[in-house]
């Protein structure tokens, strides 16, 4: 999707007769001036290449590709009529569109463009992932029925939606809390969701998702000044930033106070609690979200800033968008990766004996908790500032994560699960005051949680559980949630130090994720196995934070 900067094209503002008129930023290319968008494709023709009925969509296509041919018709000696959104469009569609149909006549309307002497823009990236090979990810018939119904109900298939792809099962999961989130009734409105969303994402420097909202803020009818700056917004959105900034770096700070400020009748402007409810879930899952992209290096989308350009390519070198992710020199050697993978199976055998052997104390237990707890695991470098459609959105952009309780520092109060958890208080609360969405939450929480293939690298019928438990456990355990009946020693046997470091910076700071860091751990084990990780330290920490902002909402209500 396009940045705030979307160039002159016209979306429908909440099904409103008039189109709302958004700004252009200029380019190399020639294209439409406001007064002549009229004649290329609008955003009604385009979305009808989505219908489910394929006649129709053959129609549109067909529709689509003639007011093409004509736009080049008209003032052949002058500038062509095609707008460099249109052509952004096209670019995206030959990219990325399932429908084998529509993806070829996008191409060849490109090419012909070309021929008639307009510059087209190029995609600046190879695939969907700067640290997954783009054919491992890009295989024609692989998951196309999630991919095709994604493009129906979306209008596109995103670089996001094709990584999780590689888990069919979960992306199904995750496009249906998407639109409850989003699209179905609820008491936000649809362009506030959106700018939650693009104020949460700008918190982890996310340039990927605030774009991604951006454009679907100004679709819903948003107000384009808003994408500025924060100090645009309305009060009652700038009144989230507190609430923004700890639950993305530090929920376990957040108190009934904060929420006292936001709803009790004296306060200015007033949020109902189901309001904020969504608002919380919404910042909450951007923020996972974030994590994710960073995770698996997600290039940014062809139509994005920093994801096209219109020069030509030189021979001798092919420019890297500077909007990705960071690139190091190489991937570290494989050494002996089979090998790995044997150790770790040869773990999860003994641990799993042993702990039907034993039986541990509860001192032990908590012992072996603050142990993990307090362990120093370095991360990445340090990234540059980020880009200005990022910085202009963030407030206080020095408030980073912090660990829970850093070595020789007296720590927040943990948070038992026993005490307080998402089966059996969260869930109901969330239900409460937003229907449906706890049962939605719940399926992805369930869905991730219980995800697994049996296998492992290159060996089949293998038991994961105790793999992802640990994975997931560690991830609540950064965040200062204990599990009574959890013994903590399996972490450190099952975790590598760099996986540690990966899970950690993919949970806590994502933006500062880096190649290395990916390919460092699991050597040997496939690309969908690193993004199936990548789910769960998602899942886990949406959670999370969640449930610290969950118990301060009850704390509240009683």
């Known amino acids: 999707m396009a940045s705030s ?58 529709k689509l590709s003639q007011k093409i041919l ?12 095609l707008s460099k959104q249109t052509l952004l469009h096209l670019l995206r569609l030959s990219r990325s569109c399932p429908l084998q149909e529509v993806r070829i006549r996008a191409t060849e309307l490109l090419c012909i463009a070309q021929e008639e002497g307009i510059e087209v823009p190029r995609a600046l990236a190879s695939g969907p992932s700067a640290f997954i090979p783009a054919k491992e990810i890009l295989i024609e018939g692989l998951n196309q029925d999630v991919l095709i119904e994604s493009f129906l109900s979306l209008g596109r298939v995103d670089h996001l939606t094709m990584v999780m792809a ?50 679907a803020f ?10 500025g700056g924060i100090k645009h917004a309305p009060v009652k959105l700038r009144s989230l930033h507190t609430l923004n900034k700890l639950l993305a770096h530090r929920p376990w700070l957040i108190t009934q106070q904060h929420i006292q400020e936001l709803v009790c009748a004296g306060a200015e402007p007033r949020w ?67 090998v790995e993978v044997e150790v770790l199976m040869k773990r999860m055998v003994e641990l799993q004996q042993q702990q039907e052997e034993e039986e541990c104390t509860q001192e032990e237990m ?5 142990r993990e707890r307090s362990e120093s695991i370095p991360t990445a470098v340090v990234r540059g500032a980020p880009p200005e459609l990022v910085l202009c959105l963030v407030e206080e952009p020095e408030f ?86 959890y013994d903590y020693g399996s972490v450190n046997v099952l975790l590598e130090r760099s996986l540690k470091v990966f899970v950690k910076t993919m949970a806590c700071h994502p933006e500062q994720t880096t190649a290395s860091t990916y390919h460092a751990f699991w050597r040997h084990f496939r690309h969908s196995e690193k993004v199936h990780a990548n789910l769960i330290v998602m899942g886990a920490r949406l959670q999370a934070a969640l449930l610290y902002t969950l118990r301060s909402i009850t704390a509240y209500i009683k």
């Open 5 to 62: 900067s979307a160039p002159s094209f016209t979306f429908q503002a909440n099904g409103e007769d008039n189109p709302r008129q958004v700004s252009g930023s200029g380019s190399s290319c020639r294209h439409l001036s406001d007064s002549e968008s009229e004649i290329c494709p609008t955003t009604k023709s385009l979305a009808r290449l989505c219908s489910r009925d394929k006649d129709e969509r053959a129609a549109a296509l067909e």
């Open 70 to 81: 004509e736009c080049l018709e008209l003032d052949r000696a002058g500038s062509a009529r």
């Open 166 to 215: 590689l888990h069919p099962s979960y992306l199904s999961c995750f496009l249906r809390i998407q639109q409850a989130l989003f699209e179905l009734d609820g008491p936000l409105p649809r362009d506030w969701r959106h700018y939650v969303s693009v104020m949460a994402a700008a918190r982890h420097h996310c340039s990927y998702m605030v774009q991604q909202h951006s454009k």
């Open 218 to 227: 100004l679709e819903a009818g948003g107000e384009e000044s808003w994408l």
């Open 272 to 338: 109902s609690l189901a309001e904020l409810i969504h608002a919380v879930i919404l910042m909450a899952h951007t923020h996972s979200l974030c994590s994710f992209v960073w995770g698996c290096g997600l290039n940014p989308e062809p139509d994005h800033i920093g994801g096209y350009a219109f020069h030509p390519p030189s021979p001798s070198h092919i420019p890297r968008s500077p909007y990705s992710p960071a690139h190091e020199d190489g991937r570290q050697e494989l050494v002996d990766g089979a």
């Open 366 to 370: 908590v012992t072996r908790f603050e």
């Open 400 to 485: 980073r994560y912090e660990d829970f309780a850093p070595r020789g520092e007296q720590s927040p109060p943990i948070m038992r699960a026993q005490d307080y958890s998402w089966e059996d208080h969260g869930f109901s609360l969330v239900q409460r005051l937003l229907p449906d969405m706890g049962q939605f939450l719940d399926e992805e929480f369930q869905v991730v949680s219980n995800l697994t293939y049996n296998r492992m690298a290159m060996h089949e019928d293998v038991d994961t559980y105790t793999l992802r438990k640990a994975l997931w456990n560690y991830i609540h355990c950064l965040y200062g949630i204990r599990y009574d009946d």
